[in-house]
């Protein structure tokens, strides 16, 4: 999966958020319409104040939607199963159990009785047909996480029985981060745009795009989980520029979380009793893209002498605590995930690697390449220092410049001239459902037209495994990890990546909130009906 802004049909911006927002001492006042607690202030005690760098909103159709707004959507959109990290295993939410046949191609889920949708329409079994028909018609966002299925059948008003064209854990899909929101169907324009159609505890009570206070949700009243009087009846999402204001915000009382803070700040927020640091590793991993169809970087021998000269446990302990080196593609804690992999790292074959293609010291020939990063991303610019640092020794010149994603970096890569293009591209990538497959198949699966394999890569063998993994994973669980170990093995050789570490998630969260849990399988999420306060 992915992170950034919706450009024309498609992309999300692809990078760690840190997702906005201070409510500083603005007295908002919330509609009460089809809310319980309307009127509350954004500084109460019943308000959630989510802080962010910088506005989160490129799209609310829950079909399209496939960026930032990801934080506000899962509060007021749900899916049938979630994800749980901790035991490895999914939950009901909108489905309360789901069966599979042996061959793992028919699914049949049971819906959970009294639940509505914000309007107040029942969830039925149509309605759930209606939604992930339309998310797949319209082939935007992660809508190819339902490419396994062929049809779905409403069973009575209770049941949605789901036919494969092949074995898939639908359990998994029916989880995903993006494209399994079940929603009310309508045809209308404008009818999704700054409007909450689903079943979560949320309803949106205004959007104000471009300003500090850009979000705000409020309790929809005949929610199904019920509500209790210390759990939050608001959330606001609001966008703090300067991660400084952040820290402050927080310090004061101001903001109820952030995430993403630079480490020097975070330690200022440290051993405070009014506030609570949490850290975990996340699935969230940053990569630079080689760029395999430019000189000189189109010569494998030159990705694998840059991928070696590299010292990435230097890189790490310049991040401060912000990242942990990566084990591979696949990061710790998903399927897949191996300790084993050859990874790169060997200065001396470095140098012989650029000896062999006619560079390196002596030769008489310097390597100048162009790094691109997403403006904004202390993390990545420190890193991006250092790796010219390192580099120089090997007579290669990294210039590296941080570009806005949507209107700069993501454009400038998917440029015709392949002289026009960068030559390292580096962004953060997680995936769209509990699985490393959107790893693979997002990123280095051929593509006739350029979206997120930035490394303009092509390989028919990893093609080849990219689309029979998914299947192995239902039936062959222990093949599907073996096979993933074989595209890892071919990405390290082919070296496409340069694997520049795993996000450590570092968030911030007042003191008196209770019942927080990070899940990496939704990457900056935070589902505020779970929590309570005080």
Known sequence: MSLQILLGSRPRYRRRRRVVAIVAALAISLPAAGCSGGGARADSDDTFVYLSSRGLVTEWDPARSYSDEVVALSNTYETLTRYNAGSG????????????SKDRRTWTFTLRDNVRFHSGRPLTAQAVKASIDRTMRLKASASYVWDP???????????????????????IIASATYAAWIYEVSDAKDYYKANARGTGPYTVASWNPSSENEVQLTAFKDYWGGWRTNQYKNVVFQAVPQASTEAQLMRSGEGTYTGGMP???????????????????????????????????????????????????????????????????????????????DLPGDQDRARKLLKEAGYGPGSGRT????MTYPAGEDTVRTLGDLMKAQLRPFGIDLKVEG???????????????????QDIFVMWWWPDDPEPLSYF???????????????????????????????????????????????????????????????????????????????PAYANVVFVHDLTHH
Do not use: C
């Open 89 to 100: 295993r999914t939950e009901g939410v909108l489905a309360t159990r789901w069966t599979s």
């Open 149 to 171: 299925v062929r049809s779905i059948t409403p069973i009575g008003k209770r049941q949605v029985r789901f036919e494969l064209s092949r074995p898939a854990p639908l359990d």
């Open 263 to 341: 480490p020097q700040l975070l330690d200022t927020l440290r051993g405070r009793p009014d506030l609570r640091v949490h850290e975990r590793p996340s699935w969230q991993t940053l990569i630079g893209l080689m760029n395999t169809e430019k000189k000189p970087l189109d010569d494998i021998r030159v990705r694998q002498a840059v991928a070696n000269a590299l010292d990435y446990q230097e890189l790490i302990k310049a991040s401060r605590g912000a990242l942990v080196a990566s084990d591979g593609v696949i990061p710790k804690g998903m399927f897949g995930h191996t300790t084993t992999l």
């Open 367 to 370: 390597i100048t390449l162009e």
């Open 403 to 421: 570009l806005a994603w949507a209107s700069a970096q993501w454009p400038r890569a998917k440029k015709k001239n392949v002289n026009e293009r």
């Open 441 to 519: 198949r997002n990123v280095f699966r051929t593509e006739k037209e350029i979206s997120y394999n930035l490394a303009y890569y092509s390989n028919p063998e990893l093609d080849r495994l990219i689309d029979s993994v998914g299947a192995l994973t239902a039936t062959d669980p222990d093949e599907a990890v073996r096979t993933y170990r074989t595209m890892q093995e071919i990405i390290i050789r082919d070296a496409p990546q340069l694997f520049l570490g795993t996000n450590t998630y570092q968030r911030v969260l007042a003191g008196d909130v209770k019942g927080f849990v990070d899940n």
